[in-house]
């Protein structure tokens, strides 16, 4: 025992802990450097927008989630949410949320880009968190892998057309139709509401980027087979032929066998 | 004379040398072949007119587009399982493996003229043969058309719905899209549930192991060689059965059971038949041309491990699906090793047993009524309220499982919760037949009810007279003798009365069939008589 204890003697008693702090920053360092997703990175902000943000935080959605966006019963704490999910959240409509419900409901967006982007500024200055990337870093990707993607790791909840489908407990995953790009990403990154967060480990940026393009190809091209009864699969072509074609075609029946007057 | 002959031949060449031309032809042919025989007797063929009795002629002419269309898309489809890499029109799918039956699905929507078109075709009209399939079915099941001497062709009309149901399935899988083989998951998934010989059958499907090599090709043959070969077969044994047996008609003076009222083929019925046949294909093109249907471009290859959101099979499948759905979670149990999947076995024998109790009505109401008549008229539903409420309970029980497998779109679209619809929709399964079975009944004897007091009162003709003692009444107006017929002119049936046999022994079976003949008619509002109707003739 006592050999045991010399030998570890010549090292200092805190070498370890040291070895395991240096260890942390140096894989917790080069995370944040691949995943870079330092928030000041991109654009420049201002002492004034970050005091701009807090204020309308405070007015807006501190009822909930906390003067200091601690976080309450009513909501979660946004301390490290970053920009990206104040972007996701309110540049979508999503927040503030118009009552408590399953899941909250897209409405017409509440705030000017401006205002969004200052409370934006303001979380994102909280603790480290995604940042809201350039619109123009989120194009030219490929759509025919996106579309591979998508097919796997998307399509089991928002259906292979991004119709949107049913989740449990009265939960939906929403139409991807028309969807701005950067809200697309930031879904993806930190997995609002029920979605699970598909992280660069997991689906990496470029990856992100064939996605959108996927989408932004549905979009643009609409079903070339003519109407397309809302992409919701066999549901609504069954209806269709039932109500239309069989409907019709009885209406004829009655109109072929009706005696002439 | 020879004036006269002259006037003789010009005469006719004045009318048309297209009229001599098609005497010659005809005269030749029927010297060869005789057919004159069949055209007259064929020709003379009655039909009745009513626009329920047009439903089978929907299924037959979309049966044409079907096989027309179907054609067209084996000319350049590949039946094969070999991996390929697209390089088609079509971007979101450039460069991606796929298998030699997608890829020329694909290549025969983007890149062949008019096979979009015709891919449309064929599915929508798969559709709508199957839904007048249907609805025919349902036509004859509630007028009473199956019985005496029909059973056959009820039957014969049966599996010919049930083929219809595996064209449409085998149709719906060889595209080898994502949705396309995720249908036949569910279906090697049930193969697979059957206690001892699930497993060697689903090997035996599929070459090996789910999905394979081997499905595409098979399921190819069966769709384009021996399912259609059964289907024309049928077709033709239910058309020659339906001439033998004369259609039915319904009630009306001068209609009795005896002969048939209505147009003769030649050439009034077929005018209107051909007619009618451009007139289904017309509507069958409209659609396709307007509306997509299967866009297999969005579903991707087939692939085991992504299942889509909104994943269902065509609607005459649904009630299946609807099945399996509404199962509740958890039941299963192992005996030895092997797994007994009760949430699979239950949905296969309910279905099964719900098929076979619809293949054999005919013959379980001929035991009930023991009614050996012919019978050429057709029943209004209300004048056999059990039949008719039974025939609703069945639409009711289908009904339901058919929604069962919208249950997730129904969730999203009315915004409430998926195991709410799921719960709501296994205790309808249950609760809704028999509901409707009740107010079917009560409706239909409400309805006989109404009829009879028509026929023995008359319209009431809002005429309101003073009698000279002061009294005040309404003036009816007694029906005229046609519409009297129409509902005076019905079967009664009464419970059959339970007698010893030529042994003096009541056997079990009449006594079966004396509680369930008490079921059926016990509850009837009897026909007006000639008696009463004089009586009240004041």
Not at chain 2, 266 to 293: D, Q, R, Y
Not at chain 2, 445 to 455: F, N
Request: hydrophobic share 45%; proline share 6%.
């Amino acid at each position: 025992m006592s050999r045991t204890v010399n030998r570890k003697g010549r090292r200092h008693p805190l070498s370890s802990l040291v070895l395991i702090l240096v260890g942390l920053f140096v894989s917790g360092g080069a995370y944040a450097a691949v995943t870079g997703t330092a928030s000041a990175a991109d654009a420049p902000v201002s002492a004034s927008q970050i005091e701009d943000g807090k204020k309308l935080f405070a007015s807006n959605c501190a009822s909930c989630h906390g003067l200091s966006a601690q976080g309450s019963a009513a909501g979660p704490s946004l301390i490290g949410a970053g920009a990206l999910s104040v972007e996701f959240q309110v540049g979508s409509g999503r927040m503030p949320m118009s009552g408590s419900g399953p899941q909250a409901e897209k409405k017409p967006v509440q705030f000017t880009q401006p205002e969004i982007d200052a409370m934006a500024a303001w979380v994102a200055s909280l603790a480290p968190g995604p940042a809201v990337p350039e619109a123009s870093s989120l194009a030219g990707g490929d759509p025919s892998n996106g579309a591979e993607l998508f097919r796997v790791n998307c399509a089991m909840c928002h259906n292979v057309a991004g119709a949107g489908g049913a989740l449990t407990e009265g939960k939906w995953a929403p139409s991807l139709r028309n969807i701005d790009p950067v809200h697309v990403y930031a879904a993806m990154v930190t997995g609002p509401q029920n979605m699970p967060v598909f992280s660069d480990m997991n689906i990496t940026p470029a990856e992100k980027n064939d996605i959108i393009a996927y989408l932004k190809f549905l979009d643009e091209n609409p079903s070339v087979g003519g109407m397309d009864l809302g992409a919701l699969g066999p549901v609504s072509e069954g209806l269709f032929v039932w109500i239309f074609a069989l409907g019709g075609l009885v209406a004829i029946t009655i109109w072929l066998s009706a005696k002439s007057n | 004379m020879s004036v006269a002959t002259q006037k003789k031949s010009t005469a006719p060449t004045s009318t048309g040398a297209g009229m001599r031309f098609v005497g010659g032809v005809s005269n030749y042919i029927d010297e060869r072949t005789s057919i004159s025989g069949a055209v007259k007797f064929l020709g003379r063929k009655i039909f009745p007119d009513h626009w329920s009795f047009m439903l089978g002629e929907i299924a037959l002419y979309s049966f044409i587009v079907i096989l027309l269309s179907g054609t067209f898309l084996t000319f350049f489809y590949d039946p094969s399982m070999v991996e390929v890499h697209y390089d088609g029109s079509y971007v979101p799918l450039k460069g991606i493996h796929m298998s030699a039956a997608y890829s020329s699905t694909l290549n025969l929507t983007f890149d062949i003229r008019g096979g979009l078109l015709m891919r449309q075709v064929h599915h929508w009209a798969a559709l709508l043969f199957v839904a007048a399939i249907g609805l025919h079915m349902l036509r004859v099941f509630f007028t009473g058309a199956f019985r005496k001497p029909r059973e056959i062709n009820w039957v014969i009309g049966f599996v010919l719905f049930i083929l219809a149901m595996a064209e449409g399935f085998t149709g719906y899988s060889l595209p080898d899209d994502l949705l396309s083989g995720n249908g036949l998951r569910i279906i090697d998934g049930m193969i697979k549930a059957m206690p001892g010989i699930g497993t060697w059958i689903s090997y035996l499907l599929f070459g090996g192991e789910f999905p394979g090599n081997d499905v595409i090709p098979r399921l190819y043959v069966l769709h384009i060689m021996l399912l259609p070969a059964l289907v024309i077969a049928l077709i033709a044994i239910h058309m020659v059965l339906l001439i033998i047996n004369k259609h039915t008609q319904f009630a009306g003076p001068g209609r009795t059971n005896d002969n048939v009222v209505g147009s003769p083929i030649l050439p009034v019925f077929a005018a209107k038949a051909g007619g009618f046949f451009f007139l289904v294909f017309g509507i069958i093109m409209l659609i396709a041309s307007l509306f997509t249907i299967n866009p297999i471009w969005n579903y991707g290859p087939y692939d085991p491990s992504p299942v889509s959101a909104g994943t269902q099979p065509d609607w005459y499948i649904g009630f299946a699906d609807g099945m399996l759905r509404l199962m509740p979670s958890g039941w299963e149990f192992v005996v030895d090793g092997y797994t007994w999947s009760l949430n699979l076995l239950v949905p296969i024998v309910v279905l099964m047993l719900f098929i076979v109790i619809v293949m054999v009505y005919p013959f379980i109401e001929a035991w009930v009524t023991g009614d050996k008549r012919e019978h050429h008229i057709a029943e209004r539903p209300r004048n056999q309220p059990t039949r008719t409420a039974i025939g609703a309970a069945g639409v009711t029980f289908y009904a339901v499982l058919w929604a069962g497998a919208a249950s997730d779109l129904i969730a999203t679209h009315f915004r409430t919760t998926i195991e709410g619809v799921i719960l709501t929709l296994q205790i309808l399964l249950i609760v809704a037949p028999v509901a409707a079975f009740w107010m079917a009944k009560k409706i239909a004897l409400a309805l006989q009810r109404k009829d009879r007091e028509l026929v023995l009162h008359g319209y009431e003709s809002s005429r309101i007279v003073r009698l000279p003692g002061g009294e005040y009444r309404e003036i009816h107006t007694p029906l005229d003798e046609f519409e009297q017929w129409k509902l005076v002119s019905f079967d009664e049936y009464a419970p059959a009365q339970l007698r010893p046999n030529a042994r003096g022994k009541i056997t079990i079976g009449a006594r079966m069939r004396s509680s369930v003949s008490r079921f059926y008619f016990e509850d009837r509002i009897a026909p007006v008589v000639t008696k009463e109707l004089e009586s009240q003739k004041h």
